[in-house]
């Protein structure tokens, strides 16, 4: 079994070897509980900071799929992280930690989805089972009832499901968890209901650190009294019917996490949240805010994660505000022909989002007049940082691409989109790119001619390139390309669709 392998290799010696084999657990009946002597045996041998982490996944469901950041994300909040050497961050911590327990096979990788990670079903036996009452998993049509000494507490819903309450035996006011959980992170569609209010529901709790609301139904806006949940350092109203978040949030001090993703019917955010000094992430993906909250520059911890921002005409929407911003994941600006000047763009300072791993740059089509210098000076001050993995460029109007670009200096990019930029004449000598997988060029109505400069004129260009697309070239005639096989050796899907004047 990989977990008593992955355990047994940590021990340097035949006498450690000799105390496993020599243990009690090995004597377990059946009768007296279902583990497996060598799961509760690799269990014990864990370190003290280990064991807690692993035991927390007791309020999963079984064949739970689960992506690393969000269960870290709930470590740090229960304080897991907290580490005496202050040169490593929490979040360092409990990376470190997840990593210990992937190694000693505690958790183990989707083979289909690489960022998704699972327990098996017999870990996840052994986690309840440690656990004892104090993380509770309320799974429907349980008989099994939650129990005073319970500190956590999350509930199975599948599609359209009712939270009908504790029971009697529930001391409330001593949960520190309390979340739904469907049978996987990667379902979006389901819901659920409560027989009370969300009013009646938050007092009830007095110590809460974890509060999840995400996918319940009837929430539309949060009751003034979630002010009173003083300990809250977690909330996810994530994919909730809310509009409108109270200012009483900004109350809870200790607030560390703010999740308010598919939220489309909210259009702005409070704007008091720079007083929660201890916010250290903010999601908002897929929501109609299109204003950021001001001075969130001050909160030096603070990660932000939104999909898009728009740029207006007047300076509260301005692309300058994203440069207070810590921005992690991916990012799509949009309406960048809005941008004035294009000293704003370089305010933005996308060079130092470090986080930004994927990044969109959208200019809208048909526009009566494109001032060509302009967005070229504009999309030379929106470098990314050399950590971007994928770029899309759609609708530019520059006659040029930015010299960020032709510089190759996005060492580290695996996807590119070059989409609509119809004035350019030429691509940019991609093939030097070492870890480009996908690349797509659409619409290039300016491009004639790929010549030996596309490929960088290196022997060894495109090394790495799996998928390559060229799609609308209307004007393009001739590709300076040697043999398929010799110009991409790794290549395994090519399409040509609608370039109607290239030869050959």
Avoid at 147 to 152: D, E
Avoid at 206 to 222: M, N, P, V
Avoid at 269 to 282: A, E, F, G, V
Avoid at 422 to 435: D, I
Wanted: aromatic residues 10%; hydrophobic residues 35%; glycine residues 4%.
């Amino acid at each position: 079994m990989k977990t008593m392998g992955s355990m047994l290799y940590n021990k340097s010696s035949v006498s450690e070897w000799e105390t496993v084999f020599q243990s009690e657990i090995w004597e377990f009946s059946k009768e007296r509980c279902n583990i497996i002597p060598a799961l509760a045996l690799s269990y014990i041998h864990l370190p003290s900071h280990l064991k807690v982490c692993f035991v927390y996944c007791a309020l999963f469901p079984k064949d739970y799929e689960f992506k690393k950041e969000n269960l870290i994300q709930l470590w740090m909040t229960e304080n897991f992280g907290h580490c005496r050497q202050h040169s490593r961050t929490p979040e360092e911590v409990c990376q470190q930690y997840f990593n210990d327990l992937l190694s000693r096979s505690f958790f183990q990788q989707s083979d289909e989805k690489k960022e998704v990670f699972f327990m098996h079903n017999l870990l996840h036996d052994l986690a309840k089972y440690v656990g004892g009452g104090i993380y509770f998993r309320c799974e429907l049509d349980q008989t099994e009832k939650i129990q005073k000494v319970t500190r956590h507490f999350s509930f199975e819903i599948g599609h359209n499901e009712y939270f009908d309450g504790f029971g009697t035996l529930c001391n409330t006011k001593s949960l520190r968890t309390f979340m739904p959980k469907a049978r996987s992170t990667m379902i979006s569609f389901w819901r659920w209901e409560m027989k009370m209010s969300i009013h009646e529901l938050l007092s009830k709790f007095k110590f809460l650190r974890i509060l999840s609301l995400s996918h319940y139904s009837d929430l539309q806006e949060l009751p003034n009294s979630v002010g009173n949940l003083e300990h809250l350092r977690s909330l996810d109203l994530s994919r909730t019917a809310i509009n409108r978040v109270t200012e009483k949030i900004c109350l809870l001090s200790h607030l560390q996490i703010l999740k308010l993703n598919y939220c489309r019917d909210l259009w702005e955010l409070p704007s008091n949240l720079h007083l929660l000094t201890n916010l250290c992430r903010l999601e908002f993906k897929k929501t109609n805010v299109s204003k950021m909250p001001p001075h969130l520059g001050k909160l030096q911890n603070l990660k932000v994660v939104m999909n898009s921002f728009d740029i207006g005409h007047n300076k509260e929407l301005g692309i300058q505000h994203l440069g207070e911003l810590n921005l992690v994941g991916s990012l799509s600006i949009e309406k960048l022909q809005n941008v004035e000047n294009s000293l704003d763009a370089l305010e933005a300072d996308l060079k130092n989002k470090t986080h930004l791993v994927t990044l969109k740059l959208r200019w809208e089509g048909n526009r009566n007049s494109i001032d060509s210098k302009k967005e070229e000076d504009v999309i030379e001050n929106l470098q990314p940082s050399k950590n971007l993995k994928k770029l899309s460029i759609f609708g530019y109007g520059g006659k040029q691409f930015p010299k960020w670009l032709l510089e190759n200096s996005l060492w580290n990019m695996t996807s590119l989109v070059l989409d609509e930029c119809e004035s350019c004449q030429c691509l940019p000598p991609l093939g030097l790119l070492p870890f480009i997988k996908v690349l797509k060029i659409r619409k290039l109505n300016g491009i004639v001619i790929i010549d030996a400069d596309f490929h960088g004129n290196n022997s060894s260009s495109f090394t790495s390139l799996k998928a390559l697309e060229f799609l609308s070239l209307s004007r393009w005639e001739k590709w300076d390309c040697q043999a398929v096989t010799d110009a991409f050796p790794r290549l395994r899907h090519l399409s040509i669709i609608h370039c109607p004047k290239l030869k050959g």
